[in-house]
């Protein structure tokens, strides 16, 4: 009996074992990224599923095929596109599904392809999506063949009329691709909505609703709400559900003493919604949110949780720099990771929805984003933009990306316009005001998060202010207009935002003197640069601008200054590939960043750091290598000292103080090699000490990874910054050696960059001059295990190695 009772139970145990183990979900999300081939230019055929791809280049997605081409002074782009051609691309890929999946429901979702794609699959289209950086799904299910029968998925993207863009915009399905499988009752794409209506800290009352799809089953629909360990805080069943084409179901929870969402502590629940029809899971669906309560205030700017949080922002474009805009989680987080240590807390994903993985990241790391829709409406800025495309797409467009975004605790505004030239009545047309409403009406349909539009014309002629829709007032620069009673005068009592500021020039590790002496370049934004530099630099120091902008310091004094402004996002955290304001060819990406297009920071990026963190700052520039005897200004961005006292050479040039509303203190010194050192004291006591010492000739190159082991998944990426050092390893400021790379083990370079917005060698080398002794190599998983050697040398200097491990 015993025995019959062992045996019964082990049998029992294999079953559910077996079971388990071979039980598929009732959603499967597919990575769909791997193993497509793609063809520059158009071919005919392309789209049908007899056509011979055996000759096209193999690749992996996310891919942006211009970054990959020669900077091009013809290029139709333009160097506002960063001189990169567009052109037309097809990509193909060829796929089997098991007859298991015959019933399901089958979809791809795209993140972003740039731009006018047309998908096929099977040789059915699905039409063109315009829009380059919006997010979007096709039903595959009534195309599909099963079994050992082959499909086939053809993408033609066209981005050969140019321009159509004000910036690089890059080229091809850059962002992921997913492949997704449901059951016959399933939640709709991105078919839940999480609000909070009522926080405290010692409950919150937290509203779902679903959006279901099917075919006139019952189900039941229970969703269970867990905390950032995983354990379950709440959960509620709706029963007996009928759902047609479309159904919703409404959940309300009540969460005790929960933890809220805040910049310092981005904490996280999740609710996974599981669909039961006739007693089996044909859809579960998890949804991340946060638990946060927020203010924006007329008179006392942003509360977020109760307290008072200055917004201090920055605007950034979508490319990656020397990747281009092929999407990469890593190094998405690794510019958020920069913005974080200079004390940003928030983003503006100018001027475009954003990849979703951005907006994950900021969720995880405590970011305030600005999610930003247009950079133009029916009125064009280039030939070729959207605006082509704005009155078909516009609503559709919106809805998507708001449909899409809602539910993430970082985003706080809905910016639906940049600049949009409907701020003027034009030959009588005051169209701005009803496409402004029709908007309006769109995003206040699906979400209550306020709204702005992003302006540069503050006058009392404004057509987009005048109508008083959107929640929140943004100005683009203008800073002197931003005190409350200048905006409230001529706007009401509405909060106020900056949504773009500064737009300073600067070239990092470049100085021209006196520091004092403001450069306005252009001096008109038609016009090209008078008296500029003859190698196309901008001064590191704050005195050069444009004339729309002003210098980090000004503004920063009166975006200190007032309460009631909110917040605002400076142009821009990083630079950026185009608009190379305000230069001409050769200079083929911006010089607007706080940190430049490899990831290396500029003096500025301390005076930020000075002012919003709580570490010790003593930054002490610029470097010790200039002519005997010439007039140098040695600046100081310092913080949680009274004073700073310089010394060259031993001998004390005196001790200043910051007074006033200053942000920064000077000394004008006689150069005379050697080191030069600073030090801040408070109460007297030393609280920060920097040396700088004259360089010698390069020697050696010095290795430094930001991680040394990273995953072997394909995708991970280490960034590694090659330094040009003299014998005693000080940095040389001025070295341009030219560095050769060499990869072996698991792992290959994804890119090498430097800064340098005139160089036009190719991101894509495996070579790269040092831009004043920086220069920067990306290596990237091949998706298998092992270690990987980077090997770097030059001519005349000692070279380098370093590993990495990918596991």
């Excluded at 995880?364 to 605006?387: A, C, H, L, P, Q």
């Excluded at 600046?635 to 060259?648: G, K, Q, R, S």
């Amino acid at each position: 009996m015993q025995l019959r009772k062992n045996v019964l139970l082990v049998t029992c145990f294999l079953c559910c074992f077996f079971n388990s183990l071979y039980a598929q979900p009732a959603r499967v999300r597919e990575d769909f990224d791997k193993n497509w081939t793609f063809h520059l230019g158009d071919i005919a055929g392309a789209k049908s599923t007899s056509f011979d791809d055996a000759s096209w280049r193999k690749l992996n997605l996310p891919h942006d095929w211009s970054i990959e081409l020669p900077f091009d002074s013809t290029s139709p782009t333009g160097t506002g596109g960063g001189a990169l051609r567009g052109g037309l691309g097809w990509y193909r890929k060829t796929f089997t599904l098991p007859a298991s999946d015959k019933g399901k429901n089958i979809f791809i979702d795209f993140d972003g392809v740039y731009c006018n794609s047309e998908v096929f699959i099977n040789g059915h289209s699905f039409g063109v999506r315009p829009n380059g950086y919006i997010s979007f799904r096709y039903d595959l299910t009534p195309y599909l063949k099963y079994g050992s029968e082959k499909n086939v998925i053809a993408v033609k993207v066209d981005n050969s009329r140019q321009p159509n863009s004000r910036w690089y915009s890059g080229s091809g399905i850059y962002r992921n691709v997913w492949l997704v499988k449901t059951g016959s009752t399933y939640v709709d794409n991105w078919g839940t909505y999480v609000k909070t209506p009522s926080v405290s800290a010692a409950s919150a009352k937290v509203n779902i609703t679903t959006t279901l799809c099917g075919t006139g089953d019952y189900c039941d629909v229970t969703t269970t709400i867990l905390n950032a360990a995983g354990a379950p805080v709440a959960t509620q069943t709706q029963k007996n559900l009928h759902v047609g084409a479309l159904q919703t179901a409404s959940q309300a929870f009540t969460i005790r003493s929960p933890v809220l969402w805040s910049i310092e502590n981005p904490y996280l629940y999740k609710a996974v919604t599981r669909i039961v029809s006739k007693g089996k899971t044909t859809d579960e669906y998890s949804t991340v949110f946060g638990i946060r309560s927020y203010q924006f205030d007329v008179d006392k700017g942003f509360f977020l949780n109760g307290k008072q949080v200055k917004i201090v922002g920055v605007c950034n474009h979508h490319d990656l720099g020397c990747l281009g805009t092929a999407i990469n989680t890593r190094a998405l987080e690794r510019q958020l990771q920069i913005m974080k240590g200079m004390g940003v807390n928030g983003i503006r994903t100018s001027h475009n929805p954003p990849a979703p993985e951005l907006l994950d990241l900021c969720d995880k790391m405590g970011f305030i984003v600005m999610n930003e829709t247009f950079d133009m409406w029916k009125r064009s800025k280039n030939k070729y933009d959207y605006s082509n495309d704005f009155d078909e797409w516009y609503q559709k467009d919106l809805k998507d990306q708001v449909l899409r975004d809602r539910n993430h605790p970082s985003v706080f505004i809905w910016s639906v316009g940049n600049e949009i030239p409907e701020q003027w009545a034009k030959d009588g047309d005051t169209s701005g005001g009803a496409y402004l409403r029709t908007m309006q009406n769109i995003v206040r349909s699906l979400d209550d998060r306020p709204t702005v539009t992003a302006n540069n014309e503050v006058g009392a002629s404004n057509q987009l202010l005048q109508t008083g829709i959107n929640e929140l007032v943004g100005y683009n620069y203008h800073h002197q207009h931003w005190p409350a009673d200048s905006v409230q005068k001529k706007w009401g009592r509405k909060p106020f935002i900056v949504t773009e500021s500064v737009s300073a020039l600067q070239t990092r590790g470049h100085y021209d003197m006196p520091s004092d002496s403001m450069r306005i370049w252009p001096q008109r934004w038609d016009l090209p640069v008078a008296n500029a530099n003859a190698d196309l630099t901008c001064s590191a120091y704050e005195n050069c601008f444009t004339p729309w902008g002003s210098s980090h310091l000004a503004t920063l004094k009166t975006f200190l200054k007032h309460e009631s402004i909110s917040g605002m996002f400076v142009w821009t955290g990083f630079d950026y590939i185009g608009e190379p304001t305000p230069y001409p060819w050769p200079a083929r990406s911006s010089y607007f960043g706080i940190v430049d297009l490899a990831g290396f920071p500029k003096d500025v990026y301390y005076l930020y750091q000075s002012l919003f963190t709580s570490k010790n700052v003593l930054h002490l520039f610029p470097h010790w290598n200039w002519q005997p005897g010439q007039t140098i200004d040695m600046w100081a961005y310092y913080n949680n000292a009274d004073e700073v006292e310089l010394f060259i050479n031993g001998k004390s040039q005196g001790v200043k103080k910051k007074a006033a509303d200053d942000l920064h203190v000077m000394w004008r010194v006689k150069y005379e090699a050697g080191r030069v050192e600073a030090v801040s004291r408070k109460a007297g006591k030393v609280v920060a000490t920097r040396l700088i010492r004259t360089a010698g000739a390069p020697a050696r190159i010095i290795l430094e990874a930001d991680r040394r082991t990273i995953q072997a998944n394909g995708k991970d990426l280490s960034f590694i910054t090659i330094k040009v050092v003299d014998k005693d390893g000080n940095l040389v400021p001025d070295a341009a050696n030219k560095i050769q790379f060499t990869v072996n083990g698991a792992g290959f370079i994804a890119g090498v960059d430097n800064g340098d917005p005139t160089s036009l060698e190719s991101f894509k080398a495996s070579e790269r001059k040092a831009f004043n002794g920086l220069c920067l190599a990306v290596v990237q998983s091949n998706g298998k295990p092992g270690s990987i050697k980077l090997q770097a040398k030059s001519a005349g200097l000692s070279g380098a190695s370093i590993d990495i491990i990918s596991k």
